[in-house]
Every structure is written in C-alpha cells, then in structure tokens.
Nanobody, 127 residues
Framework: QVQLVESGGGLVQAGDSLRLSCAAT????????MGWFRQVPGKERECVGA????????YYADSVEGRFTISRDNAKSTVYLQMNSLKPEDTAVYYC????????????????????WGQGTQVTVSS
C-alpha cells in the first residue's frame, strides 16, 4: 500500500507559476510509475503528465506540453509538477497517482492504469 499526499496548489494569476509536490509514504521500496491528473466538474479526470519509475521517460498532454514539467526524486519518494505560464483553463483539482511496476521505462497515461490516488489539491488561475 502507498499513500499519496499532494501539496502546492493555490490561487494564482494567469502567467504565474506553481509547483505541485506529491509525497509517497508506505511501501515505497517498490518501483512506481507516477502521474498527475486534473479534473473539473462534469469532466473525466485527465492525465496532464506521467513519468516512468526510472524518471527517464515522460508523457505530457498536448494542452500542457512546453509549460508543465514532471519530475521525481526517488530518494525522497516525491514527484513534482512544475507549472509555468498558467492559464485560466488550467484551473482544476490536481491529483497525484501511482502504480506499482517492474518496468523501468513504462509510462501509463490512463486513469484506469493507476492504483493509488492522492486526495487532490485545488489550482485556480484567474485571468
């Protein structure tokens, strides 16, 4: 079992930056692929970024490519989402997710592939 706790959300203006953090506790000795998702009311949770266990492979949604960067520090069991040039349409609840894997370079991108979820952190971008 792994528990995920997100932090770093808040209210910012368009063009600003935020960095989200997700700390994993519990059985973190195993390898986990990680992802960041976001959700707005009435829509399915979407993957904005995902990273392999090794950290060597990453995925980004087209809507955030070039603005968001996902990274991880396995020694700290933490994954980050650096969000730059934020837009009002980035407003959502952001969730961290994890799935155990034995594959160093696998990057899951569907919410159905992830087994563990954080509680979410609100990001609001004003225009």
């Amino acid at each position: 079992q792994v528990q995920l706790v997100e932090s770093g959300g808040g209210l910012v203006q368009a063009g600003d930056s935020l960095r989200l953090s997700c700390a994993a506790t519990g059985r973190t000795s195993s390898g986990y692929a990680m992802g960041w998702f976001r959700q707005v009311p009435g829509k399915e949770r979407e993957c904005v970024g995902a990273i392999s266990w090794s950290g060597g492979r990453r995925y980004y949604a087209d809507s955030v490519e070039g603005r968001f960067t996902i990274s991880r520090d396995n020694a700290k069991s933490t994954v980050y989402l650096q969000m730059n040039s934020l837009k009002p349409e980035d407003t959502a609840v952001y969730y961290c997710a994890a799935v155990a894997t034995g594959q160093f370079n696998w990057v899951p991108t569907s919410l159905y592939q992830f087994a563990y979820w954080g509680q979410g952190t609100q990001v609001t971008v004003s225009s």
